[in-house]
């Protein structure tokens, strides 16, 4: 779900420290998460509550909230002080809810990819099928039946799945930078006079992050954005420009992100929907 997005896990480093700790790359000013967010000052517990397993997360926050994230795990917000059975009460209530989401969930849960022939993969929102055929010399093909994948040896799937991703960072590199090219005028001419440079960009494939935008004018989109439709390409191209002007996801940002991108939040959700 959509708020997933905004989970504090304290089991992880915070990822900034990932960045902070590479010598040479400077600061990243923004940084784009979708499996964590670097707020400190919470608690996180794991709790359990009848048939309901779940997070709680304390914080200093004046309502309860809750959401079920997109793998079907419960999580709960509330006020550091409320007693636990203050928040049981509550969950009690709202179990309905909580198991038709967790259903949902639960049916859409993915498998992970194996790379053996007829298996789909996605190119700009679109499906298709592997099919694979031995060849002395390895490539990838897209047509409209499918990638057409020539390899050494069909079974080696480590070897099919490095072929496709090579495959896609090369399309990617085009495609982004296509639309980095179309979208970056739109901002230049909401911050006209302002003498923003189209930044640089740089692929990857990254495990917690959409993109991120770098002091030194570096953008950085995840690969795997090339799976998803363009539009939703395109919101994250736009969210990382509108970091050129602001550096946190204050009121500010969010106001600019709405001029350029009145839909932005549907957009963001979709794509949280789209690619976990
Ligand atoms: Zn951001």
């Known amino acids: 779900m959509a708020k997933s997005l905004h989970i504090t896990h304290l089991k992880r480093k915070p990822v900034n420290g990932l960045f902070a700790a590479v ?18 000052e919470k608690t996180v517990s794991q709790e359990t509550f009848g048939d309901f397993e779940y997070d709680l997360v304390r914080s200093a926050r004046r309502t309860l909230a ?46 992970p990819l194996t790379y053996q022939d007829g298996e789909k993969h996605l190119f700009i929102g679109q499906k298709y099928p592997l099919k694979l055929t031995r060849a002395r010399r390895g490539g990838v093909t897209l047509e409209d039946g499918g990638f057409f994948i020539t390899t050494p040896d069909p079974g080696d799937r480590q070897r099919t799945e490095r072929l ?42 990254m495990k917690r992050q959409w993109g991120n935008l770098h002091t030194k004018g570096v953008m950085t989109l995840n690969i795997k954005l090339v799976r998803a439709p363009t539009e939703l390409l395109d919101y994250v191209i736009i ?6 002007e602001h550096m946190n996801h204050g009121k500010g940002f969010k106001a600019l992100l709405g001029e350029l991108m009145p839909d ?4 963001k959700k979709a794509l949280e929907e789209y690619l976990t």
Do not use: N
């Open 23 to 40: 010598p040479g790359l400077g600061k990243v000013i923004s940084g784009m998460f979708w499996k964590t967010k670097r707020k400190t």
């Open 66 to 111: 809750m959401h079920v994230k997109s793998d079907a795990t419960l999580v709960v917000r509330a006020p550091s002080p409320m007693p636990l059975s203050e928040i049981e009460a509550w969950i009690a209530k709202k179990a309905r809810w909580i198991e038709t989401h967790q259903k949902k969930f639960k049916a859409r849960k993915t498998r």
């Open 239 to 244: 969210h990382e420009l509108c970091h050129l």
């Open 264 to 267: 932005w939040k549907h957009k």
């Open 164 to 205: 496709l991703k090579a495959w896609y960072k090369a399309e990617a590199e085009t495609l982004f930078e296509d639309r980095l090219s179309a979208l970056f005028p739109l901002m230049e001419e909401k911050l006209a006079g302002k003498g923003y440079k189209k930044p640089s960009l740089k692929l990857r494939w």
